[in-house]
């Protein structure tokens, strides 16, 4: 079974650096411009998007008409309080300092969720999958998805977070970056070394969500 993990593309909140989980924003100009120039060769899978508008947005960009399901509970982490508001703005609110600080991780932003609340719907709806899927979603849950079934890797959820478009491909027990068709310079190759245990992982997932 192959899974990729596609993040939609850029959009005002990426370009401005604001907090965006929730909060349904459209892709901006640049963003639709860049995913233009983009061609995957994924065919013949189950097609998912979050049902955010940047998610379906990518997907009509990325791979046309072809039909796809809606599942919420890809969807991004929301940020609360937070939402659409930068690092600047932020940083001399007691509410936000007090998130940031401790397990952040864990952390529930006024009026939202944390990363754990978020990870409690994603991997259950991950475990489901039992077919060759693609799946649009957000930064925050490729990182979450990543960071459970590869924990070998050593890597936290920052340095799991692919650019917007792009994403990875996991298959049987490896995983890599997705290759990239760009029209205007071919092939680029984004390679690394394969990781082991998805099968295994999605598989405890299973169980996990079962008991």
Known sequence: MTIYLIRHGKTE???????????DLPLSVAGRQELQNIRYDIKNVRFITSGMKRTEETMHILFGDVPYEIDSRFREVDFGIFEMHSYKQLKEIPEYQAWLDGDNEANIPPQ???????????????????????IITHGGVIAAIMEELFPEAGKNRYEWQPKPGCGYVISGNAYQPILQNHMSGGPVQRSHDPETCTDKNLRRLRHKDKR
């Open 13 to 23: 909140a990426n370009e401005k650096r604001l907090y965006c989980g929730s909060t």
């Open 112 to 134: 939202g969720e944390s990363g754990v609340q978020m990870k409690r719907r994603v991997l259950p709806a991950l475990s489901e999958i039992v077919e060759d899927t693609c």
